[in-house]
């Protein structure tokens, strides 16, 4: 019975490494299409020809073009890599910013934590996609406007996981031994905190990719994200929502294009949360997933 039991966990095991190979391969081959989004461009994206306008899918353009006889497969590249571009941008500053709060926060402690954690407080008790619409209006629109306005209200989760992190380990024994190696704070924030704290956030940021893609889309769909002509693929189905059932095309290639963005992006961030979680490579299988449906 043991050895079934070790076999079928090494098996687990193997099957989450094989995941995350795999969708970390379509993540990179994802990326890849976005930084060389130019060269696949059949036509130039911003090329008008009113003579093509609205044609439907055939070989000469594989996803039809726009109202202004543009080549939508050339706009949905160079709209993939907009979006992939800022959502990524995104990720990044709420990521560093929200982090670094919640372990200065954590480990200082007093009116600064507490004054910091009631402004995250805020944020979290109103609509972050209202918030982000009314900061984004006042910038009066753009994409970086955009990516300000939802980084200011999507920095509160990470500073929660890194503060309550951070009050985890500031009392565990191996802090305690570095202060009496004569660790500065510092040295500790950056030699034990930090390290041992980078899985939860790290699987949180990769998660939160296909999120912050779909809340930029959403603000740019409203008209306060990126502006007509710069191809991104908010505002282009925003561009082609009244043409929706005579042209359908006009929006649902650059609906296929997040789609396929956010799955991959969020089975990616499924993937990194298995194989990084420490009860996954404790338990069996089955009690391994029942209880990442209790605490995911």
């Not at 502006?227 to 296929?256: C, D, H």
């Amino acid at each position: 019975m043991e050895v079934a039991g070790a076999r079928k966990k090494k098996a687990w095991k193997d099957r989450r490494k094989c995941r995350l190979v795999l969708f970390l391969f379509l993540t990179f081959a994802l990326l890849f299409v976005v930084i060389f989004a130019e060269r696949f461009c059949p036509y130039d994206p911003n090329l008008q020809d009113m003579s093509r306008s609205l044609q439907p899918p055939s070989l000469a353009h594989p996803a039809g073009t726009d109202r202004f006889g543009r080549d939508m497969l050339s706009r949905i590249l160079i709209g993939l890599k907009t979006s992939v571009a800022s959502a990524l941008t995104l990720v990044v500053i709420i990521t560093v910013t929200g982090t670094a709060a919640g372990v200065i926060c954590g480990f200082c402690g007093g009116i600064l934590d507490s004054a910091v954690m009631r402004m995250a407080d805020v944020c979290l008790a109103f609509p972050g996609l209202v918030i982000a619409m009314a900061i984004a209006a006042l910038l009066n629109g753009g994409i970086t406007s955009a990516v300000i306005a939802l980084a200011a209200v999507s920095w509160p989760k990470y500073a929660r996981i890194a503060r309550s992190r951070t009050l985890t380990l500031k009392s565990a024994d191996f802090i305690a031994a570095a202060r009496l190696a004569g660790s500065s704070s510092a040295q500790i924030i950056l030699g034990h905190i930090l390290p041992n704290s980078l899985g939860p956030i790290l699987v949180t940021a990769v998660l939160d990719i296909g999120a912050m893609l779909m809340e930029l889309a959403g603000l740019s769909f409203l008209g306060l994200g990126a502006q007509p002509p710069t191809a991104e693929l908010g505002n282009m189905m925003s561009g082609g929502r009244s043409m929706l059932q005579t042209y359908p095309w006009v929006v649902i290639g650059p609906g296929i294009g997040i789609f396929i963005a956010v799955v991959i992006f969020n089975l990616l961030g499924d993937a990194v949360g298995e194989c990084l979680d420490p009860r996954g490579r404790q338990e069996k299988p089955g009690n391994y997933i029942n209880r990442k449906g209790e605490n995911p």
